[in-house]
């Protein structure tokens, strides 16, 4: 999540942004569940997957979609163990019998992130969230993918569709500060930390970031 500035301030700077991408980190490996029961892709509209995700054959069989469910279960189980490469082996394993699956690709995403292989998350990110339209936690998953890219302006685009999507998750509105913090969008900042205070009174990100900001 470093990104390149010239020396001089540069002890400032991090004083600034350290506390951001700590912050940001704690989302990505606390915040997001493997394990997401609402989202289940729309066989229907098949056009909606990316293009690199798209299989070879129009439909995806009744006995790939049931195969590709066992091993994502499999690597869901996995990756709450800790143990992220074998859950990886499992995400594509599902993703390769059943490109639709969204739980497979968000699931996929949450270790890539956890890799620092943000394009990879996003693309997967992506994909799920083109799956479930206005789903959060595709959105919110590839807002900090973005952020920790530089690409602010796309996380903020992500996190106020969150936001409206589901205006009582906290998480969102803390991220959504710290991406229009970045921004230099100080007003929006605040608001949006003050919303993340207000929902969830502990949140040290948030209340720390309401400080920096001064609201």
């Given at each position: 999540?470093?990104?390149?500035?010239?020396?001089?301030?540069?002890?400032?700077?991090?004083?600034?942004?350290?506390?951001?991408?700590?912050?940001?980190?704690?989302?990505?490996?606390?915040?997001c569940s493997f394990d997401l029961g609402s989202l289940t892709p729309e066989k229907d509209k098949p056009q909606e997957a990316p293009k690199a995700a798209a299989p070879a054959e129009s439909a995806v069989s009744a006995g790939n979609v049931a195969e590709a469910q066992a091993h994502t279960a499999k690597a869901q189980s996995l990756a709450k163990s800790g143990e992220t490469a074998a859950a990886l082996?499992?995400?594509?394993?599902?993703?390769?019998?059943?490109?639709?699956?969204?739980q497979a690709l968000y699931g996929r995403a949450l270790i890539y992130q956890g890799n620092n292989q943000h394009d990879f998350a996003v693309?997967?990110?992506?994909?799920?969230?083109?799956?479930?339209?206005?789903?959060?936690?595709?959105?919110?998953?590839?807002?900090?993918?973005?952020?920790?890219?530089?690409?602010?302006?796309?996380?903020?685009?992500?996190l106020d569709e969150a936001s409206e999507a589901d205006p009582h998750n906290a998480q969102v509105w803390t991220t959504r500060g710290q991406a229009y913090e970045r921004?230099?969008?100080?007003?929006?900042?605040a608001a949006s930390y003050t919303r993340a205070v207000s929902l969830r009174p502990r949140d040290d990100a948030a209340r720390s970031g309401l400080a920096r900001v001064g609201g």
């Open positions: 999540m470093a990104f390149p500035f010239p020396q001089r301030g540069l002890a400032r700077l991090r004083q600034i942004w350290q506390p951001l991408a700590l912050a940001l980190m704690g989302i990505t490996l606390c915040g082996d499992e995400f594509n394993r599902a993703v390769g019998l059943d490109p639709y699956n969204a693309a997967d990110f992506s994909a799920a969230s083109g799956l479930n339209p206005q789903k959060v936690e595709p959105l919110l998953g590839r807002a900090i993918s973005y952020l920790a890219l530089g690409k602010v302006k796309e996380a903020t685009a992500d921004l230099g969008d100080r007003a929006k900042a």
